[in-house]
């Protein structure tokens, strides 16, 4: 695969068709959906598709699960400060 930073003009049409790869591709190679906003400068990974492999996906924000046995300890957690799942909620003791 190739980078190809974005110029001012570019829209994703061009940039498969100048790569000879199919925007589909283009589009989930590069995690961009619909309107298929491109921000001049942003660099895109283009040309073949890497085999065995597919770019990571994500739909919204990902958040730690936090035991209710550690709330109300400090953060970041240290050794100190490990709880488990089974922790109490009130003590944070097993």
Same mark, same amino acid.
């Given at each position: ?12 049409? &061009? =940039?498969?068709?100048? #790569?000879?790869?199919? /925007?589909?591709?283009? *589009?989930?190679?590069? &995690? =961009?959906?619909?309107? #298929?906003?491109?921000? /001049?400068?942003?660099? *895109? ?47 944070g003791i097993s």
């Amino acid at each position: 695969m190739e980078i190809h930073v974005v110029s001012p003009g570019e829209n994703v049409d &061009q =940039i498969a068709a100048r #790569y000879n790869m199919p /925007v589909e591709t283009l *589009l989930r190679n590069n &995690q =961009i959906v619909y309107p #298929y906003r491109l921000a /001049v400068g942003q660099a *895109l990974l283009v040309g073949e598709e890497s085999k065995g492999s597919l770019p990571a996906e994500s739909s919204g924000y990902a958040y730690p699960f936090i035991s209710p046995g550690c709330w109300g300890r400090p953060f970041p957690f240290s050794r100190k400060y490990l709880c488990s799942p089974t922790d109490s909620p009130r003590t944070g003791i097993s």
